[in-house]
């Protein structure tokens, strides 16, 4: 820095170099302002959410629509046709079947689900030796991939080295080999079977974490006045996971709604179509054969379906909330 020689011309000349400093201290207060504002902030801090959201969810979705409203095919663009794909799609009986099978695939998993997913949390509830170590375990159908665990299920129901055939025959339960997945009404309970087994544990972990929620004192006061255990869970610990209940159930029907990986592995929707879901039925069209715009329409089919479950849940857990 030069001398300050007297006068107004020194004053500036030494005042000059400290010009960057404060303008880069300006900028640090606007973005500082910025930050504090907690509008600004939150766009800031979901922006990168909203991107991934609409390059993987909402354009996606919005293919489908296009595309189950054209005759796409695999390498034809095709051209717009309306709603033609739908009248075919439902039209269809294999996709009649479909939806039946959905329903009562999700229907009778939720219920199973459901019930020995209260009952592990519950258990899990109680304090006992190994708590820990049985906790960790239970975890292990859910946290195993999906294709992985279903392989060894597929082995486990094949009708030559089935170790659930080998165990009935020692048992003299059965007297001939059992084709599981190769008779349609066993295919089908062998389908479900693997979804409880593998959606337990979800079920289990989130009833738990909504039981310790719940104070001890107030089934301990329930237990003073003479409530016998199933009183005391149904009128004291029920009403108060309520709420937690319906959000995983909500999440657990979603899931299952749209399950594919489980049952390509284990049937590809076979034998004769007995096991097909939403979601097989639409890979086997649109991917297998290449009706890109008819695999799209009944991909499509889920979604009023599902939106109605949704609201209707959702308006059911409010309702359960506000009481």
Known sequence: ?????????????????LAPLRGALRREGV???????????????LAPTVTLLLLFIAYPFAKGIWLSLTSTTVGNP???????NFYKV???????QAAYNTFVYTAITTVFKLALGMWLALLLNRHFRGKRLVRASMLLPFIIPTVLSTFAWKWMFDPTFSVIN???FRLD????????????????????????WRGVPFYAISLLAGLQTISPELEEAA???????????????????????????????IQTFADFQLVYVLTEGGPANATHLFATYAYQIGVRTGLLSEGAAISLAIFPILFLVVLLQLFYIRRVETR
């Open 1 to 17: 820095m030069k001398s300050v020689s007297g006068g107004s011309g020194g004053a500036v000349e030494a005042t000059a170099p």
């Open 31 to 45: 973005v500082g302002r910025l930050l504090e504002d907690e509008r600004f902030l939150g766009a800031v801090l």
């Open 166 to 168: 080998w165990a009935l």
């Open 173 to 196: 339960l059965i007297t001939g080999r059992i084709n599981w997945l190769g008779d349609p009404d066993l295919a089908m309970i062998s389908i479900i079977i693997v979804n409880v």
């Open 78 to 84: 095709g051209d717009f046709v309306g709603l033609r």
């Open 223 to 253: 237990a003073i006045d003479g409530a016998r255990p199933w009183k005391r869970f149904w009128y004291v610990t029920w009403p108060l996971l309520l709420p937690v209940t319906m959000v995983v159930v909500l999440f657990s029907v």
């Open 90 to 96: 439902f039209a269809d009986t294999i996709f009649k």
